[in-house]
């Protein structure tokens, strides 16, 4: 019987690794993506106090189309760039939460790029 490799798991360890490089200050804080089979969420997150500065996800009640694709990342990563610059952050360090930085999450650091965000 053929088994097949924990690609959950080897994701996880990917983004542990990644998290020891990886720090959000309050000057600049992480902006997280998390990607699922349907939806796409994005954070920006301050690691010293532990908070949620801004989040926006596909699966939000204004959101139009689907959430699974490429042009639903781009429109995730300019919400949570024009959030994060009514907050005041306009610099990030980009965590791509152990996923290749291909596709979806290619396309959703493009659109908070375009947003606004510098990283």
Do not use: W
Not at 25 to 35: D, K, M
Not at 38 to 63: M, P, R
Not at 96 to 113: I, N, S
């Amino acid at each position: 019987m053929v088994s097949r490799p924990d690609t959950k798991a080897k994701r996880d360890r990917r983004h542990y690794r990644l998290r020891f490089k990886i720090k959000g200050t309050p000057e600049r804080p992480r902006l997280c993506v998390f990607r699922s089979e349907k939806h796409i969420y994005a954070q920006v997150i301050d690691d010293v106090a532990g908070k949620t500065l801004a989040a926006a996800g596909s699966n939000e009640k204004g959101f139009e189309g689907v959430g699974s694709n490429q042009e639903a990342a781009k429109k995730v990563g300019q919400m949570v760039a024009e959030r994060a610059i009514s907050n005041g952050i306009e610099t990030v360090v980009f965590d791509r939460g152990g996923y290749v930085y291909h596709g979806r999450v290619q396309a959703l650091a493009e659109g908070a790029r375009e947003g606004g965000l510098k990283f």
